[in-house]
C-alpha cells in the first residue's frame, strides 16, 4: 500500500510565485501524512498545467492513475489542485473509493474523504456543488445561444424558415430571405385566425408556391414568436 503525494499549479500561479506553489502544496501534503503516521512514497508534480483539464489529461495525472493500486492513498492539498470541478472530482473519487483507494485533502483534515462519516458529508457536498454546476453551465450556454441569436447570429444547424446562413462558426449570421418572410408573414395571420399547421402548410403552397410541411411551419411559427 502506497502513499502519494499529487501538487498543480497553473502556468499563472507558477510564473507569479503565489501561495498555491507546488512546494507549498508539497509541505502540506507531507505535512498532513505526518499527521496521519503516514510516509508519502512518491510525488507527483505538475508544473504549469490548467485546472480546465481532468487529472488523466495532464502528464503527471496520467502517470498518478497508471501507478494506483487498491490501498493506496493520494494526498492533495487543496480539491481544486486534483480535479476540474466538483463533477469531475465526484467521479474520480467514487470511482477510486470503489476500488478501495483513497483519497486526502490536507485542508480537510487528515482523515480519508473516502472512509465512514466524512465520506457521506464529502460526497453530499460534491453532488451539491455539481448539480449547481450543471446548472450554471446550461445557463451561460442558453444565454450565450439566446445574445448570438438577438444579435442576428446563428447558433447552429438548418437555417429556419425565412433566413439563409451566411459564415460559418461564430461569425455564422441569418439574412432574412423576402418571399419567405411574406410566407411567414402569412402563417402568422393564419394561425391567428385558428388555422391548424396542416391547413396553414397548404395555404403557403397555394399562395407562394412554396411547399412546406406542417411540422416546418410549427417550427417557423415557434420560432417567430421567441
Known amino acids: 500500500m502506497a502513499v502519494y503525494g499529487y501538487a498543480r499549479v497553473s502556468t499563472a500561479e507558477q510564473a507569479a510565485d503565489d501561495k498555491s506553489s507546488l512546494e507549498t502544496q508539497r509541505r502540506k501534503i507531507e505535512a498532513i501524512a505526518v499527521c496521519g503516521d503516514r510516509t508519502v512514497d512518491r510525488m507527483f508534480e505538475e508544473p504549469g498545467a490548467s485546472g480546465g483539464k481532468a487529472l488523466a489529461e495532464r502528464p503527471a495525472g496520467q502517470e498518478l492513475l497508471s501507478v494506483l493500486r487498491p490501498g493506496d492513498t493520494v494526498i492533495i492539498a487543496k480539491l481544486d489542485r486534483g480535479f476540474r470541478n466538483a463533477a469531475d472530482a465526484l467521479a474520480t473519487v467514487n470511482a477510486w473509493k470503489e476500488r478501495g483507494i483513497d483519497l486526502i485533502v490536507s485542508d480537510m483534515g ?64 441569418l439574412f432574412p430571405i423576402p418571399e419567405q418572410q411574406v410566407a411567414l408573414a402569412t402563417m402568422r395571420e393564419l394561425r391567428a385566425a385558428g388555422l391548424s399547421f396542416r391547413a396553414i402548410a397548404a395555404q403557403v403552397e397555394e399562395r407562394h408556391g412554396l411547399k412546406v410541411s406542417h411540422m416546418a411551419v410549427k417550427t417557423a411559427l415557434e420560432r417567430a414568436a421567441e
Open 110 to 173: 487528515a482523515e480519508p474523504v473516502t472512509q465512514n462519516g466524512v465520506s457521506k458529508m464529502f460526497f453530499g457536498m460534491l453532488a451539491l456543488v455539481a448539480e449547481f454546476e450543471r446548472e450554471r453551465i446550461k445557463e451561460r450556454l442558453a444565454e450565450g445561444r439566446a445574445g448570438k441569436q438577438a444579435k442576428g447570429g446563428h447558433i447552429g444547424g438548418t437555417a429556419p424558415f425565412g433566413y439563409r446562413v451566411e459564415g460559418a462558426g461564430r461569425d455564422a449570421r
